[in-house]
C-alpha cells in the first residue's frame, strides 16, 4: 500500500501562484509514475501533469507553460507549481502514485482562484 498526503491548496487570485506537494509512504520502493489530476465541480477527474521516476514529464495541453511538476525521490515527494492561475484551474487535485501494487490517490486540496 501506499498513502499520499497532499498539501498547498488554498485560495489565490487571477494570476497568482500557488505550489503543491504530495508526500508518499508505505511501500514507495514500487512507484514509478507519480502526477496530480483535478476534478473540477460537475467535470469529470482530468490528468494535470505526471512524471515518472527517471524524471520524465507529462503535461496536459490547458497547463503546459504555466505548471510545473518535479519530483524529490529522496524524500518521496512530488511538487506541482502553478503560476499564472486563471479562474479555469479551480478544482480539487489529486495526487496519484502508480506502482506494481496498483493505483493510488491522495484525499485531494481544493485549489480556488477568484478573478
Known amino acids: 500500500q501506499v498513502q499520499l498526503v497532499e498539501s498547498g491548496g488554498g485560495l489565490v487570485q487571477a494570476g497568482g501562484s500557488l505550489r503543491l506537494s504530495c508526500a508518499a509512504s508505505?511501500?514507495?520502493?514500487?512507484?514509478?509514475?507519480m502526477g496530480w489530476y483535478r476534478q473540477a465541480p460537475g467535470k469529470q477527474r482530468e490528468l494535470v501533469a505526471t512524471?515518472?521516476?527517471?524524471?520524465?514529464?507529462n503535461y496536459a495541453d490547458s497547463v503546459k507553460g504555466r505548471f510545473t511538476i518535479s519530483r524529490d525521490n529522496a524524500k518521496n515527494t512530488v511538487y506541482l507549481q502553478m503560476n499564472s492561475l486563471n479562474a479555469e484551474d479551480t478544482a480539487v487535485y489529486y495526487c496519484?502514485?502508480?506502482?506494481?501494487?496498483?493505483?493510488?490517490w491522495g484525499q485531494g486540496t481544493q485549489v480556488t482562484v477568484s478573478s
Open positions: 512524471i515518472t521516476r527517471g524524471g520524465y514529464t
Open positions: 496519484k502514485a502508480s506502482s506494481l501494487l496498483g493505483e493510488f
Open positions: 508505505g511501500s514507495v520502493f514500487y512507484v514509478n509514475v
